[in-house]
C-alpha cells in the first residue's frame, strides 16, 4: 500500500471514529543523531476532487528533496531577502525521510550569519495558474520565526516583484498569539506601487504546532480564496485590470525564515532549533 492509498485509509477510519482532526501519539524521526517528533494528529484532504484533476503532487516519500521538481535557493540575497531577514539558506537545513519534507531553523554562526534555515522553490521545474493547492504541513513557533508557504510570478526575471505578483498561502510570525495566527496575502503592482489584500485566521484552540492543518487556496481567472483546514476566511476579485498578473503562471516557495522587518528578531523565548514540516503538497485544476 502506497503512502496515499495509506492516507486515505487512515482518513477513512478517522471519519468513522473520530472528529476530522483526529487523535492519536507523536511519531518520531531521526535526522542523523536528532529526533524530530511528527504529530500524528491534524486535518488531512483527499487526493481527488469533483471536476478537477490532480496534476502535480510531492508526497516527499524519498529520501533527499526532488531535484526535478525543487531547487534549493542560498545565502542572505540583498538585504536579508530584503526584509532584513537573519538567517543564511543552506540545503543542510532540509530533510526528507519518511514521508515528511523537513525544514530546519538553526541558531548556528554560517559565513557571518547567526542563524541557518532552507528555502526551496519550484522556479523552472513547476509552474502553475489556476487551480486548488493543497499543503499539509505543522509550522513551528516562537519569537521572530516566520514560515511562509507561497508562491511568485514565473516572469519575476523580466518584469521583477511587485509586477510578477505574490500569492502567499501561508506566512506565520510566531511568539504569543502569532503561534495560532497565520496570513493569506496578494501582493501585486498598482501604477507603479506596492499594493496587496489578505486576511487571516486564528485557532480557537491551541497552535499549529500542535498538529497538521490544511493551506489551501483555490485560484480562478475572477479570483483567489484562501482556506485552512476547508475552511475559507479571505477572497480577492482579481479581475480588475490592475490585477493582471494573477492571471499568469506561478511557482511554489517554502521556507523558515528568522527575524526580519516583520516578525522582529528572536529573543530570550525563542527555543532552537524550529521545524515547519510538511506532509505533502498538490495540485489540482
Same mark, same amino acid.
Given at each position: 500500500?502506497?503512502?496515499?492509498?495509506r492516507? !486515505?485509509?487512515?482518513?477513512?477510519?478517522?471519519?468513522?471514529?473520530?472528529?476530522?482532526?483526529?487523535?492519536?501519539?507523536?511519531?518520531?524521526?531521526?535526522?542523523?543523531?536528532? !529526533?524530530?517528533?511528527?504529530?500524528?494528529t491534524?486535518?488531512?484532504?483527499p487526493?481527488?476532487?469533483?471536476?478537477?484533476?490532480?496534476?502535480?503532487q510531492?508526497e516527499?516519500?524519498?529520501t533527499a528533496?526532488?531535484?526535478?521538481?525543487?531547487?534549493?535557493?542560498?545565502?542572505?540575497?540583498?538585504?536579508?531577502?530584503?526584509?532584513?531577514?537573519?538567517?543564511?539558506?543552506?540545503p !543542510?537545513?532540509?530533510?526528507?525521510?519518511?514521508?515528511?519534507?523537513?525544514?530546519?531553523?538553526?541558531?548556528?554562526?554560517?559565513?557571518?550569519?547567526?542563524?541557518?534555515?532552507?528555502?526551496?522553490?519550484?522556479?523552472?521545474?513547476?509552474?502553475?495558474?489556476?487551480?486548488?493547492?493543497?499543503?499539509?504541513?505543522?509550522?513551528p513557533?516562537?519569537?521572530?520565526?516566520?514560515?511562509?508557504?507561497w508562491?511568485l510570478?514565473?516572469?519575476?526575471?523580466t518584469?521583477?516583484?511587485?509586477?510578477?505578483?505574490?500569492?502567499?498561502?501561508?506566512?506565520?510570525?510566531?511568539g504569543?498569539?502569532?503561534?495560532?495566527?497565520?496570513?493569506?496575502?496578494?501582493?501585486?503592482d498598482?501604477?507603479?506601487?506596492?499594493?496587496?489584500a489578505?486576511?487571516n485566521?486564528?485557532?480557537?484552540?491551541?497552535?499549529?504546532n500542535?498538529?497538521?492543518?490544511?493551506f489551501?487556496?483555490?485560484w480562478t481567472?475572477?479570483?483567489i480564496?484562501?482556506y485552512?483546514?476547508?475552511v475559507?476566511?479571505?477572497?480577492?476579485?482579481?479581475t480588475?485590470?490592475?490585477?493582471?498578473?494573477?492571471?499568469?503562471?506561478?511557482?511554489?516557495?517554502?521556507?523558515?525564515?528568522?527575524?526580519?522587518?516583520?516578525?522582529?528578531?528572536?529573543?530570550?523565548?525563542?527555543?532552537?532549533?524550529q521545524?515547519?514540516i510538511?506532509?505533502?503538497?498538490r495540485?489540482?485544476?
Open positions: 500500500m502506497n503512502k496515499i492509498d492516507q !486515505e485509509a487512515v482518513i477513512f477510519l478517522m471519519a468513522l471514529l473520530f472528529p476530522v482532526l483526529g487523535c492519536g501519539s507523536d511519531d518520531t524521526v531521526t535526522d542523523g543523531s536528532e !529526533e524530530i517528533v511528527i504529530p500524528q491534524g486535518y488531512s484532504t487526493t481527488h476532487y469533483p471536476g478537477m484533476t490532480l496534476v502535480w510531492d516527499f516519500d524519498g528533496l526532488n531535484t526535478a521538481d525543487w531547487v534549493f535557493e542560498t545565502g542572505t540575497a540583498t538585504n536579508g531577502w530584503g526584509n532584513h531577514e537573519l538567517e543564511y539558506y543552506r !543542510e537545513n532540509t530533510t526528507v525521510k519518511d514521508g515528511f519534507l523537513v525544514i530546519t531553523a538553526k541558531k548556528e554562526t554560517f559565513q557571518s550569519s547567526a542563524y541557518t534555515s532552507s528555502r526551496i522553490k519550484t522556479q523552472g521545474k513547476k509552474a502553475f495558474r489556476y487551480g486548488r493547492v493543497d499543503i499539509r504541513a505543522v509550522l513557533k516562537d519569537k521572530g520565526i516566520w514560515p511562509a508557504l508562491m510570478g514565473a516572469n519575476i526575471t518584469v521583477d516583484w511587485p509586477a510578477c505578483g505574490e500569492i502567499d498561502i501561508m506566512e506565520m510570525i510566531g504569543g498569539s502569532g503561534d495560532k495566527t497565520v496570513y493569506g496575502t496578494a501582493h501585486w498598482n501604477a507603479g506601487q506596492h499594493a496587496s489578505g486576511g485566521k486564528q485557532l480557537s484552540t491551541g497552535i499549529f500542535d498538529a497538521f492543518h490544511v489551501s487556496i483555490v481567472a475572477s479570483s480564496k484562501w485552512i483546514d476547508d475559507e476566511y479571505y477572497v480577492i476579485d482579481t480588475p485590470a490592475g490585477l493582471a498578473a494573477f492571471q499568469k503562471d506561478f511557482f511554489l516557495i517554502f521556507n523558515v525564515a528568522v527575524g526580519g522587518d516583520w516578525p522582529g528578531s528572536p529573543d530570550g523565548t525563542t527555543v532552537f532549533p521545524r515547519m510538511v506532509d505533502y503538497v495540485v489540482f485544476q
